[in-house]
Structure formats: C-alpha cells, structure tokens
C-alpha cells in the first residue's frame, strides 16, 4: 500500500511560482514511477508530468512542458513539481500520482492517487 501526501498548494498571481510537493510512505514506493495530474472546475483529470522510479525518464503535458519541472527525491521518498509563469489557466486541484507502470500515470490509470492540493492564479 502506497500513501501519497501533497503539500504547497495556494493563491497566487499570474507570472509567479509555486512549488509542489508529495511524500509517499510504503516500503516499495521508491519503485515506482511518480507524477502529477490536475483537475479543474468542470473538467476532466488531465495528466501533467510523470518520472520514472530512476528519474531518468521524464514527460510533461504540452501544456505545461518549458514552465513546470519534475523532481524526485529518493532519499525523502518525495516529488516535486517547481511551476513557474504560472497562469490563470493552470488554475487546478493538482493531484500526485503513483504506479510501478510508467505508462499508466500518462494516461491516468495508475493505481495511486493523493487527496489533492488547489492551486489558484489570478490574472
């Protein structure tokens, strides 16, 4: 069994930066691949970013790929997700995922989800 924990969620102005993170707890959760979704109001869950368990193989959404960064940190069991030039746009419940299959956090099957942290940009 996998825990997932978000923290580092909040209001901020368009342009500004957040940083996100999720701690696991699980003896296995080292192995496995991490990553972030997001779901805002009246939308469906949208996939974001994932990297692998070695953090050698990273993807991002079109959408966010050149303003947000993924991050894993083994020795804390955590991820993180830095998010710069944030916009109105990205306005969302941003929720850490988990899943030995890379494969399945692209596409939101993955067998682990967190509660979930809001992010707000105003413009």
């Known amino acids: 069994q996998v825990q997932l924990v978000e923290s580092g969620g909040g209001l901020v102005q368009a342009g500004d930066s957040l940083r996100l993170s999720c701690t696991t707890s699980?003896?296995?959760?080292?192995?496995?691949?991490m990553g972030w979704a997001r779901q805002a109001p009246g939308k469906e869950r949208e996939f974001v970013s994932v990297?692998?368990?070695?953090?050698?193989?990273?993807y991002y959404a079109d959408s966010v790929r050149g303003r947000f960064t993924i991050s894993r940190d083994s020795a804390k069991n955590s991820v993180n997700l830095q998010m710069d030039n944030l916009r109105p746009d990205d306005t969302a419940v941003y929720y850490c995922?988990?899943?030995?299959?890379?494969?399945?956090?692209?596409?939101?099957?993955?067998?682990?989800w967190g509660q979930g942290t809001q992010v707000s940009v105003s413009s």
């Open positions: 995922a988990a899943d030995p299959d890379f494969n399945r956090i692209r596409i939101r099957t993955n067998e682990y």
């Open positions: 990297i692998s368990a070695s953090g050698g193989i990273i």
């Open positions: 699980g003896s296995t959760s080292r192995l496995y691949a």
